[in-house]
Structure formats: structure tokens, C-alpha cells
């Protein structure tokens, strides 16, 4: 286990988290996203040329040169603004969305709000501010949350829920009870799209049904495969009970591709995220095929961006030209199509 900070601060989690992503193994040990059973069926004869492939999209009412977002993360931290600042260049660059990190640092601590300011250099972005769901029975609500996002200039508020992650952290905030109730308040009383967002354990089917009753305008169902937040918590766990208790759930949650699929069929009205262990361009068409709209990737952006801006510019350019050849390869010559593509389910 890597040493954690001394003091539990919001913000030392931060540095934490960071730290620990970039320099441990915390994937799945042996769930994965499920989206390796699935296989396109691929087309010889396509009857298109790659050059006129059309990637675009839209996700309220702003266009998108991909269906393509770069998930939540970080802010809160002196290293995390470099960080989002980087993302946010390549984001405005490329016309993809943006999802910040959770902004309960910045909203206890005003002076750590630079870390998630990023309009100046991605003012025409799909920008998502993010304040975590169990933080509305620990004295959030509308106030809160309109602080969050207008503190980003956002688009939309991610309410992100991360029961497992809240529930091995010696520190975590563990009363998940009467959240839905307080949720659709939320949804109610802030001028943005409200989008509920798991961290990596993947929505059920009743979950979903639950929140878009309550009013939430999209669900990205950040399933298993990818980062496990046990893990994450694994290491920075400050006794070996804690760590044995965190270390049991590391195969814990829904895959991916399963979780894309019951939200789809839970919320057919409502625009769905995929994200979730999501690495190349192939599975974000394989997302797209089972039912997202959008395809949102974490893991190798916080590593690109710990480099420079141009790893991500590079990231984004690999991600869209595989996305674009697996469009050509099923005969799809836009999204819509490929959300029409064939997948066979293999072993």
C-alpha cells in the first residue's frame, strides 16, 4: 500500500486519488467491461468513403465533433488545475465535452476554485460541474449546487454516486437513505441538466428508473472494468483492517456493457454515457452499438494530461480516427447509423 496523506482533507483525498491512479495498478483485477464479448459485424463492402465519415453528435443542444467526453477527475489541488487545464485546451480543440471533478473542495474552500476554472481557455465547450449525491444529506442543496455551477460557467451538473467508495473510506460520508427525494429537488431547482453519474460500479435497471422519475436529463452509468475505487481506497486505507475491507471489493459492481444496456432499457427517453473501463476508439463505438449516446474515457486522459496538453491533443486524434474506421468498417456513415450497427455476443 502507498502511504496517504496525514490529514483527510477533502483536498489531500485529492492529491491522493491522483497520486494513486498514476502510480498503482487500481483496475479491476478480474471484472471487465464486458464489451470484449461483443464483436461488429464487419462490412468488406461498406459503399462509403472514410473521408466522409460524420462522427458529430449533439448532447443538449451543443454539437459535438465526436460522441466523445472526457470524465470527470480532478480539481481541488494545485496539480489538478494543470491537469483540467490541459483536458480543457484538448477539449476545446477537438469540440468534445468535458466532465470536471467534484467541486466540494472548491465550494468548502473558495480559494481552490482556480482549480476548475477553465472557460478562459475552453469557453465554447459542453462543460459538466460535479457535486457528489450523498452530499445533499450533509447540508447541500439548490445553493450548493448553483455554487458549483457557477463557478465552471457549466452546461450541466453531474450528481455522482459512489456508495462503495464512501462506504470503505474510513472518512466516507455513509447515509445514502431518502437521496432520490432530494435528488429530484436538485433537478427542480437548478437552471441545468442534471446528469446522474455512478464512479464506476455501473446503475441497475431500477436505479435508473428511480432517477429519471426524479427528473435527471441524462445517466452515465460508469460501470465496471476500468478503475476500481476500492482498489483506489485500498491504498490509502490507514490500517490493515480498512485496507482488508476495501481490498474484498475489488471486483465489485456491473459491467459496462451490461450497465449501457439496462440503462437504455430503463430510460429509453434519455440521452446515456457510457463510460466505464472504455480504452480506444472501438469501444466507443461498441458503447454506441449497445445503446450510449456519448462515450466518456478517464483512466488514459488523467495520464495524458499529467504529460502536457499535447498527449492529450494525441489522445483525441487516436480516439477519433479508430471511432472512424470502425464507422467505415459496419457501413455506418454517422452516429445514428452506427447506434444501428450490428454486434454479435461471442463466446
Not at 112 to 135: E, H, K, M, T
Not at 143 to 149: D, G, L, N, T, V
Not at 178 to 190: A, H, M, P, Q, T
Amino acid at each position: 500500500m502507498s502511504k496517504v496523506t496525514e490529514q483527510p482533507t477533502t483536498e489531500s483525498r485529492k492529491v491522493d486519488h491522483i497520486r494513486i491512479n498514476l502510480e498503482n495498478d487500481v483496475q479491476f483485477p478480474r471484472v471487465t467491461t464486458g464489451l470484449e464479448r461483443y464483436r461488429f459485424l464487419h462490412q468488406a463492402l461498406p459503399e462509403l468513403c472514410l473521408d466522409d465519415i460524420d462522427t458529430t453528435t449533439s448532447l443538449f443542444g451543443k454539437q459535438l465533433s465526436a460522441p466523445l467526453l472526457i470524465s470527470s477527475m480532478t480539481g481541488g489541488t494545485e496539480i489538478a488545475e494543470g491537469i483540467n487545464r490541459n483536458l480543457a485546451q484538448a477539449a476545446e480543440k477537438h469540440s468534445i465535452a468535458m466532465g470536471l471533478g467534484s467541486q466540494r473542495a472548491a465550494i468548502e474552500d473558495s480559494a481552490l476554485a482556480g482549480s476548475y476554472c477553465i472557460r478562459d481557455i475552453a469557453p465554447d465547450i459542453l462543460l459538466f460541474a460535479n457535486v457528489g449525491a450523498v452530499q445533499l444529506n450533509y447540508g447541500y442543496g439548490a445553493e450548493q449546487c448553483r455554487k458549483a455551477i457557477d463557478m465552471v460557467s457549466a452546461d450541466a451538473l453531474i450528481l455522482h454516486f459512489n456508495v462503495l467508495q464512501e462506504a470503505v473510506q474510513p472518512e466516507g460520508d455513509i447515509d445514502f437513505s431518502g437521496l432520490l427525494r432530494k435528488v429530484e429537488s436538485i433537478c427542480d431547482r437548478v437552471s441545468v441538466p442534471v446528469i446522474a453519474k455512478e464512479v464506476g460500479w455501473g446503475f441497475s435497471e431500477s436505479a435508473v428508473r428511480d432517477l429519471a422519475g426524479a427528473g435527471v436529463a441524462a445517466i452515465d452509468v460508469a460501470g465496471s472494468g476500468g478503475t476500481s475505487w476500492s482498489e483506489v481506497e485500498f491504498h490509502r486505507a490507514p490500517s490493515s483492517f480498512h485496507a482488508r475491507v476495501a481490498r474484498s471489493f475489488a471486483d465489485w459492481g456491473i459491467p459496462t456493457a451490461d450497465a449501457v444496456q439496462y440503462a437504455r432499457r430503463s430510460a429509453p427517453h434519455l440521452p446515456i454515457i457510457a463510460s466505464g473501463g472504455l480504452r480506444d476508439g472501438i469501444d466507443i463505438a461498441k458503447s454506441l452499438a449497445l445503446g450510449a449516446d456519448v462515450a466518456g474515457l478517464a483512466s488514459p486522459f488523467l495520464r495524458a494530461a499529467s504529460d502536457s496538453f499535447h498527449a492529450v491533443d494525441e489522445l483525441i486524434q487516436e480516439l477519433k480516427a479508430q471511432l472512424r474506421i470502425a464507422m467505415l468498417c459496419t457501413a455506418s456513415r454517422n452516429i445514428a447509423a452506427l447506434q444501428r450497427a450490428k454486434l454479435r455476443l461471442i463466446g
